[in-house]
């Protein structure tokens, strides 16, 4: 039951809990062909000793490793398959994160990391460039006495014009605007987003941000849509749109959304036993209900978090396996679609995924429970 807890934890907010567990392989044998957690020719295993929620990669292919026991830098020196020449640094509390439960990571466009914490806030990471030297690191944390509208954290994304958006598990969003100086406060500018303002009364546990800057916020209750004409801090020309089972959506329970090149949005959840994927093409108008085409996938019924790599294809961290979709360039119709599905039983290491991230070189990471898998 708690593993099904934390399983599940994107989408029930527990503020008052904070679990997680370490679920090693009932017989490692079975799989570390190598005996060092590397095991068969498809996946590298790493046991990082803690649940992984979220995985980030920086631009020089650095992992970020978001844990329920603080933040996990890898440098596998470009050599993942390879764990000798591996570097692991740890960042806690006591290095100046706000939280050792984090929940979320980001990375910006200055190559500055966020961590979204549950419980704490988000804290603003910069390392000047140098992951492994703590010396140089600079530290700053936003609670809600800074004006964030609250400490659990479940989502975050940025914008074109550098303004972070923060998705809480208190049914809240934060708009930051930090004038270019995040670790300085004197100019911040905060703004908030909840239910009176168009927002759904659920925690918000993704956020995707479109070509033309219009925001997407994955719930339990389905998708908001957020037009805020270039004007975030000015809500009285913001425009909101609602997307549900009742426009073409395949399931309302939504843990993520991603968008792709070509502006399609993919939606992943689940709704017991309904499709956990769906694709919507708004043609260019998402404001326009009427000129929708939906794609419905019933290969898979659970999406907890969706990547997409170079080639276009879709990784979805699906629970029991790592999933891959190649649709041909041709989402709305899955006559030539490719399905691909890896399991503990193919060398899947962390045997509840719930996070996937695609490398500098496409390689593939997924995180859950017993850590991450690794395969190229």
Known sequence: MRKQLIRYFKIFSLASIVLFVHCPLSDPSQTDSNGDGSNSSIFTNFDVGSWV??????????????????????????????????TWTSFTT?????????????????????????????????????????ADDTWTSFRTNDG???????????DASGGKWFGTGHHKVSYFDDNGTPSNKADDTWTSFTKLDGLVDMPIVAIAVDAAGAKWFASA???????????????????????????GLGCDNIWDIVIDTSGGIWIGGKCGGISGLSYLDDKGTPKDKLDDSWTI?????????????QTEAKWFACGSSATCLNDNGTPNNQMDDSWTAYRYIDGLWCVDCIAVAIDNSGGKWFGGAGGISYCP
């Open 53 to 86: 929620y979220d995985i980030a990669i920086d631009a020089v292919d650095g992992k970020w490793i978001a844990t329920g026991v603080g933040v996990l830098y890898l440098d596998d020196n470009g050599t993942p398959t390879k764990k000798s020449d591996d």
């Open 94 to 134: 006591a290095d100046g994160l706000a939280n050792n439960y984090v929940w979320v990571i980001g990375i910006d466009a200055s190559e500055k990391k966020w961590f979204g914490t549950y419980g704490g806030g988000v804290s603003y990471f910069d390392d000047n460039g140098t992951p492994l030297n703590k």
């Open 148 to 158: 964030l509208v609250s400490n659990y954290l479940m989502s975050l994304a940025f």
């Open 221 to 247: 209750e389905g998708a908001r849509y957020l037009d805020d004409n270039g004007t975030p801090t000015n809500k009285s020309d913001d425009e909101w749109i609602t997307f549900t089972e009742a426009d």
């Open 297 to 309: 996938f019933t290969t898979i019924d659970e999406v907890a978090e969706i990547a997409i790599d």
